[in-house]
């Protein structure tokens, strides 16, 4: 072995993919199921279609979510939370644009003691007015805080410029929103869409068929509960008619700036391969935008771009902070990156690079039951099959430089992207 030469570097042909079955419990909620891995213990996730977008007033599908463990009928906060810290288990909820639930973590022996509680959290919740008085202090103390930073300001005002106000993608959160909210809201909320027609589960973990049993025991029995979120329900986007917009903190010593527009999401057919640009472009550390803005130019610690997907839209944001002095540097070099890969083709060496680093990032995200199933949710949520994975695989393979110019020319246009700088 000559040990001053590097082991030659081969494409990943295929994947093989942890095992997963689709079970339906007694009421029809579908059950994700992968039963893998050495160590005992379980992840159990619950999906329920009640994000951000079923919402009719900001802020009720988060404070609904955040609001489950402050207390059911017969349990209060701190019994709740002694329970799960008793039997070593954590729980985090949390709500997005789609969908809104739970991941519980725990040891595999653990886990029956803890399916009633969960059970109850989700279908007894009481939503005690002590308590939501005490989050929404909290959460304008932390908003107020969060105004004062740039790159939060920037964020916010980027994706109100894409989409405008009226649509969960774009509002932002003001202080009056949160007086603008009750617990009666968030109880309406709940008995709308908590319930089993909207809940799909994923289980992830070493167990037996006992526990699949448990959780229909628990789960399975609770009925058809309600409606079916609507697939019908759309919003109206109003995007800012200024593509230049700043906000002067004459004591800021850095700019936090981001830029870009509309674009589109995973279902789309060329998304696979505008990943493969987007990782040449500012998707990891080796990326032009870093080599040139961080490295060369020494303007930031970091800069990134990504294509962002949503289930219902999509857009490109390209973000970093800059020492203030740089601000319009840095804009005038995203503006040259961007102008070279829509004219030179990415040369073989840097493109092998990307295709490397994308290969090993796809074995990542599969390896082990607990990470595939983070993947398979994201295939859910967009109605995909894992043949994506394997799509994804291929298109990373074989994709063309002369591919990768004319998907730059027809998804980067500096002068169409928004420019929104904070400092």
Known sequence: MNRAQAPEIKLIESVS????????????????????GEQEVVKLELMYKAGKWFEEKNLVSDFTNRMLREGTAKHNARAIADKFDFYGANINTGAGYETAGAVLYSLTKQIDHLLELLVEIFTESTFPDHEFETIVTNRKQKLAVELKKNEFLANRNFVNALYGQNHPYGRVTEFEHYDQMSTADLKAFFKKYYHTSNLTIILSGRFDEQLIKKINQFFGAQGNGGEKASENITHASEPAKELIQHVEKADSVQSAVVLGNISINKKHPDFLKLSVLNTVFGGYFGSRLMSNIREEKGYTYGIYSSFVSYPHGGFIEIASEVGKEVREATLNEIKHEINQLRNELI?????????NYMSGRILRSIDGPMKFSET????????????????????????????????????LDYEKMYKITVG
């Open 17 to 36: 993919l942890p095992q997963f079955q689709l079970l339906h419990l007694d009421n029809g909620v579908p059950v994700y199921v992968i039963n893998e």
């Open 347 to 355: 040369g073989d060496e840097e493109l092998q690079i990307v295709k």
């Open 376 to 411: 398979l949710k994201g295939l859910i949520l967009y109605n995909q099959d894992v043949s994506y994975i394997q799509q994804l695989l291929k298109t990373v393979r074989e994709v063309s430089s002369e591919e990768l110019l004319e998907l730059a020319n027809k998804y």
